[in-house]
DNA sequence: GGCCGGACGTTATACGTAACACCAGGCGGC
DNA sequence: GCCGCCTGGTGTTACGTATAACGTCCGGCC
């Protein structure tokens, strides 16, 4: 049979806009099987291959620029050692730390990470992950709302969620933030400073570790004595918390002295209403974040927030999937969080 | 080193009734050949398949709750209808952008996007894109550094590159933003409120786009007659840039009433470093940023910024791809800046 | 001398898909 | 009566990889 094949390992070719090599055309240029640069390259020679012909093969492979093919290699191995990791925004600064975390340890266990940003939780049902239409082993999902999570599921693949209701029974393996304790902090802080009548700015979205601020804020109060804060909703938006901020504070009643904001971007806003209506922060009224952003400590007074492990909470979210994906259980894990006073709390102004 | 995990997929999942269906599967049920369920479902039966059996096909794998597999179909196409998007940072809202950009158009096109944060660049040339071990068929990158870039040229992938040197020879296909342009115009904006002594908080960044914004504010000075303005490096973070700028306003001569940045996270330091002299901005001294970020508008004085249409360079940028994959030439693309005057800038103070 | 077994490789195969080449039957034209 | 053509499919192959199953040489041991 003719043979048209020039290149007979005469000198590298990378890059030449050619076919690429396959592990037949190292073969080829070593002078050993496809079966045996098989072997070496996936480093299974070890008393199987001399020493000689492995260096040989590895030679070859490195002057053709050879790069394995990893649709075909995926294809044989019914696995394709890369996960998703669903996010419901990258804009937000805390989900691009959450793939930072996650990226370190799969990239540790030969793993690779996909990104889906998600604007409404996930797409329909017929196709959860509209624009990564790669083949993946796992899902890593962040912040889902609950029939998003049902699209999911219907993936059929094992799923890790962050930020998640953790006791829904027979629910997937779930990595979470101390969200509540977290608030309990911040409001016991507000009212270790003598703040009795404080606002809450919250997120308007339908998210279990938005859902869990609001009931730790309340049950913190409570056990004050004190009512619930009145809570005001927000998008998740500079503009959108500056209303709301403007409109607790002109609301009826004695004025707040504290703004307890869900989010470090609605604290940002906050302070522009509390400015725009005259008042000083954090003299006349008290501004708290969630979330230590690097916009918090680029606002002035810097804010008063509660640093999130974000990469952390990547980390062991990519931890509790090669778990998963190796047979073995993943235990729910809850990390811990610390509060950050900084210059936009302080005593409450006597009156 | 856990070695045995390789048999993720095949193991048999509770929820799907075994390991997941296949076309021949499919085929089976509908009572067909497994080529006929490839025509169907590959919308390329017109006139080859009746509309009964068309029919058929699909209510057998909607029942089976089929879907391909995408590596084999990846293997078998010698294509992945997936482009990688490589970024030198996520937390940096703008590539966030970028990206929302370039998968709308993939989309649109049954493609998907993949990311890859690339902390310094790219990786070694051996494996360039790390964490990213995808199958892809080719590559947008933004604003990489010239190293980075004949890293990635090694890939022997189509690359569109964004936000970089349009003039290299034999480069690859571009789509840039008028950075230089948009700095002249805010050059031009404090020269006329004004400023003679305009500071330049630059990053520390070498890369084309930062480069180019020096040498232009350098130019449009040099057209007022005004001597180049003091350059400050920065790293790309609020408290360096807060350095850069008290060291500025600190230095010997007299004291400048602008300080022009290159990036609106410099001018959120600018602005605090300012404050921590006493000045007040914009009275005594003002502050442009380059980017307006919604921290732009998040800070107080809001931000007179230059606005960049991120979404769209990323759909240009994926559309110059899917020409290039198509065998079709990619001609360089420029857009147009506007400058967004906000509340930090205004007259120079006398004297 | 025959046989064993380690060292060193090779041959063959399957993964799931898309597409090329072929084929059976019916029908009209000449 | 034969050809050509249209309709509605089917058999087969190849993509590039990993690995199970199988050889082959050769030194050593009873």
């Given at each position: ?5 020039t290149?007979?390992?005469s000198?590298?070719?990378p ?20 079966a ?38 995926s ?5 394709t ?34 990104l889906y940003p998600?604007?409404?939780g996930?797409g ?5 992950f509209g ?5 993946i ?16 599921g ?6 890790v969620?962050?930020?998640?209701d953790p ?23 507000l009212?270790g400073?003598?703040?009795?009548r404080?606002a ?5 979205v339908?998210t279990?570790?938005?859902r869990?601020?609001?009931e ?11 009512p ?5 909703l ?15 504070l ?21 302070c ?39 990469e ?15 047979g073995r ?8 969080l ?7 709390t302080?005593?409450a102004?006597?009156?």
């Amino acid at each position: 049979m003719p043979e048209p094949d020039t290149d007979a390992g005469s000198g590298p070719r990378p890059g030449a806009g050619g076919t690429r090599p396959t592990s037949r055309d190292v073969a080829r240029a070593a002078g050993v099987s496809q079966a045996t640069v098989s072997l070496v390259l996936g480093d299974k020679w070890r008393g199987r291959v001399s020493e000689r012909t492995a260096r040989a093969v590895r030679v070859a492979a490195g002057d053709l620029g050879y790069r394995p093919n990893l649709a075909a290699r995926s294809l044989r191995l019914g696995a394709t050692r890369t996960a998703l990791l669903v996010v419901p925004a990258l804009t937000h600064e805390y989900f691009a730390r959450v793939y930072a975390g996650a990226a370190e340890v799969a990239d540790a266990h030969g793993f690779g990470v996909v990104l889906y940003p998600s604007p409404a939780g996930v797409g329909p049902a017929r196709d959860p992950f509209g624009s990564a239409r790669t083949a993946i082993d796992g899902v890593i999902a962040s912040s889902m709302a609950a029939d998003a999570l049902a699209a999911i599921g219907d993936g059929g693949l094992p799923l890790v969620m962050l930020d998640s209701d953790p006791d829904v029974p027979g629910g997937p393996p779930t990595v979470n933030l101390a969200v509540a304790d977290g608030l309990r902090q911040v409001t016991r802080h507000l009212l270790g400073l003598g703040h009795r009548r404080v606002a809450h700015i919250a997120a308007d979205v339908d998210t279990w570790t938005f859902r869990v601020r609001t009931e730790a804020v309340t049950a913190e109060l409570a056990a004050a004595g004190l009512p619930p804060a009145p809570r005001r909703l927000s998008a998740l938006d500079v503009t959108a918390a500056r209303d709301a901020a403007v409109a607790a504070l002109t609301a009826p009643g004695p004025r707040p002295t504290a703004l307890l904001c869900d989010d470090d971007i609605l604290a940002a806003g906050a302070c522009k209403g509390a400015r725009a209506l005259g008042l000083r922060i954090p003299q006349d009224v008290s501004v708290s974040g969630f979330d230590d952003l690097a916009l918090s400590s680029a606002l002035d007074p810097e804010l008063t927030t509660v640093r999130l492990p974000a990469e952390s909470i990547g980390r062991h979210g990519m931890t509790a999937l090669l778990a998963l994906l190796a047979g073995r259980p993943a235990p729910p894990v809850e990390l811990p969080l610390t509060l950050v006073p900084r210059a936009s709390t302080a005593s409450a102004p006597r009156g």
